[in-house]
Nanobody, 121 residues
């Protein structure tokens, strides 16, 4: 029933920007916080950003604070990740997620399939 599908990934140069999108189907947006995680080659999956149900609160990993912005549009069942000033260390597969208040801790109810972001120097 529930499906999350990411889009917007690609290959860019350091300093460039990308906007990732995640479309939800079968998901009651008003019941879930939303977030983004990423996994680099040979690394564990890590938390990137989260946003509360109504978008009043956001949380970011220290490594992306000031560069990334998470937002959501419940009417469109969309969540976004605006990524500015990209660095090579941002290279990873980015995953969309939905969950409760522990989402930022890695407790996730639903995962997307992921989209590749590659940043070259």
């Amino acid at each position: 029933q529930v499906q999350l599908v990411e889009s917007g990934g690609g290959s860019v140069q350091a300093g460039d920007s990308l906007r990732l999108s995640c479309a939800a189907s079968g998901l009651t947006m008003s019941s879930f916080g939303r977030g983004w995680f990423r996994q680099a080659p040979g690394k564990e999956r890590e938390f990137v950003a989260a946003i509360s149900v109504r978008g009043a609160s956001t949380d970011y990993a220290d490594s992306v604070k000031g560069r990334f912005t998470i937002s959501r549009d419940n009417a469109k069942k969309m969540v976004y990740l605006q990524m500015n000033s990209l660095k090579p260390e941002d290279t990873a597969v980015y995953y969309c997620a939905a969950g409760g208040y522990r989402l930022r801790l890695g407790v996730v109810d639903y995962w997307g399939q992921g989209t590749q972001v590659t940043v070259s120097s």
